[in-house]
Structures are given as structure tokens and as C-alpha cells.
T-cell receptor, first 114, second 114 residues
Framework: NAGVTQTPKFQVLKTGQSMTLQCAQD?????MSWYRQDPGMGLRLIHY???????DQGEVPNGYNVSRSTTEDFPLRLLSAAPSQTSVYFC?????????????FGQGTRLTVV | KNQVEQSPQSLIILEGKNCTLQ??????????LRWYKQDTGRGPVSLTI?????NTKSNGRYTATLDADTKQSSLHITASQLSDSASYIC?????????????FGAGTRLFVKA
């Protein structure tokens, strides 16, 4: 009963480096999304996907890329890390059906860019 | 601009006491309103989900209320326990997005002391 699994849990990058945050879910959910959480602010949507092969931008997409080749996986790529991308990143998934759609979150990836 | 405002920012209560957290929103129309609990270092976990036509929803010692006329929601915690120490996040989904593009409040940080 894994739910949403994110890796790694912690990561330190140097400015300009690239990396991929992994997210996998085993609930056959159509909808997956990436958020970042910064102190004193609500979670902000980076990118989302409503199904394999379909992605779209959220509120703060600059500096990030995503792809959805399978239903299960939704990786987030940082192209050239910047200190402003220091944050905690959460992946979430949910079923599309109905108004009472519960989102399930991963445990988060704490990223520090130095 | 759609917003979700939560109060207080933080709250300290003694174990066994009750407390009420507030959420004011400007999102209209909306599909659903959710309350999440986020333990330190973990992802948010859903407590309650209410559609616009519901007034109250309970989950054990947690009771959420919704007043769509005043655009206010509250989360009442009864007989608090040390394990209730966490951030509580109010989340509203605009109707047009079908519940996907959610707007997160910044959360209320609750500390329960023995």
C-alpha cells in the first residue's frame, strides 16, 4: 500500500546543476501534480498532468520541466538549479472523477540549492 | 484574485482542550473545500472534504463547517491530543477546474502541550 512515493527525501545542489525529482503512484490515478511549499506560503502548483502524455503548467512553472510517459510516474526536472528553487517539493495524485476528489501526497523532497 | 486566508497563523493549546481554526476564501464558485493535516516533515493528509452544498463534515475529533454565504470555513478539534500538533491547511478548488487547480491556504500551525 505504497500510495505516492517521492525520491529523494533530501537533496543539495549547486547553482546551475540539473536534477530530476521522482514521483510514482500505485493507485492508477489519472491526475498528478507537483507543488512547492515555502515558509509562510501555501503550496503552489508547478505543473500537473491529467493523464499519460498530457501535461500543463501551474502557477509557478518557470525553471521546471515535467513529462508523463506512464500513468504511474511523473518526474519533475530542474533544468539549471537556482537558490530561489530551495524549497520542499510535494507530488500529489488523485482520481479525476467527482467533486469530492481526495488528493494523496508524497512525503516530500527537501531541496537546497547553494 | 482567488485567495484562501487562514487564521491564526499559529496556536498553542493544552492537551485536552478544544480549538477552532478559521479559513476565509474568495474563490467563487468553488467545487469543494478540504482541510488537510500536515505533520512536520510529511506530506499533507486529507481530514475532510466538503462540496459547496454541505454545511458540516466530521472525521473523528475533527469537525469542519462551511458557510458558503460568508465564504468561511472552520475546523474544530475536540479534546486535543499531543499528536494533533501539526499544520492544518485549508484548500479550495475553483469550480471551473473540476477540482484540480486547488488553492492552498498558508496553514495554521497548532502546538498541543502536555
Amino acid at each position: 500500500n505504497a500510495g505516492v512515493t517521492q525520491t529523494p527525501k533530501f537533496q543539495v545542489l549547486k547553482t546551475g546543476q540539473s536534477m530530476t525529482l521522482q514521483c510514482a503512484q500505485d493507485m492508477n490515478h489519472e491526475y498528478m501534480s507537483w507543488y512547492r511549499q515555502d515558509p509562510g506560503m501555501g503550496l503552489r502548483l508547478i505543473h500537473y498532468s491529467v493523464g499519460a502524455g498530457i501535461t500543463d503548467q501551474g502557477e509557478v512553472p518557470n525553471g521546471y520541466n515535467v513529462s508523463r510517459s506512464t500513468t504511474e510516474d511523473f518526474p519533475l526536472r530542474l533544468l539549471s538549479a537556482a537558490p530561489s528553487q530551495t524549497s520542499v517539493y510535494f507530488c500529489a495524485s488523485s482520481s479525476i472523477q467527482g467533486a469530492e476528489t481526495e488528493a494523496f501526497f508524497g512525503q516530500g523532497t527537501r531541496l537546497t540549492v547553494v | 484574485k482567488n485567495q484562501v486566508e487562514q487564521s491564526p497563523q499559529s496556536l498553542i493549546i493544552l492537551e485536552g482542550k478544544n480549538c477552532t481554526l478559521q479559513c476565509n476564501y474568495t474563490v467563487s464558485p468553488f467545487s469543494n473545500l478540504r482541510w488537510y493535516k500536515q505533520d512536520t516533515g510529511r506530506g499533507p493528509v486529507s481530514l475532510t472534504i466538503m462540496t459547496f452544498s454541505e454545511n458540516t463534515k466530521s472525521n473523528g475529533r475533527y469537525t469542519a463547517t462551511l458557510d458558503a454565504d460568508t465564504k468561511q470555513s472552520s475546523l474544530h478539534i475536540t479534546a486535543s491530543q499531543l499528536s494533533d500538533s501539526a499544520s492544518y491547511i485549508c484548500v479550495v478548488s475553483p469550480h471551473y477546474s473540476g477540482g484540480f487547480k486547488t488553492i492552498f491556504g498558508a496553514g495554521t500551525r497548532l502546538f498541543v502541550k502536555a
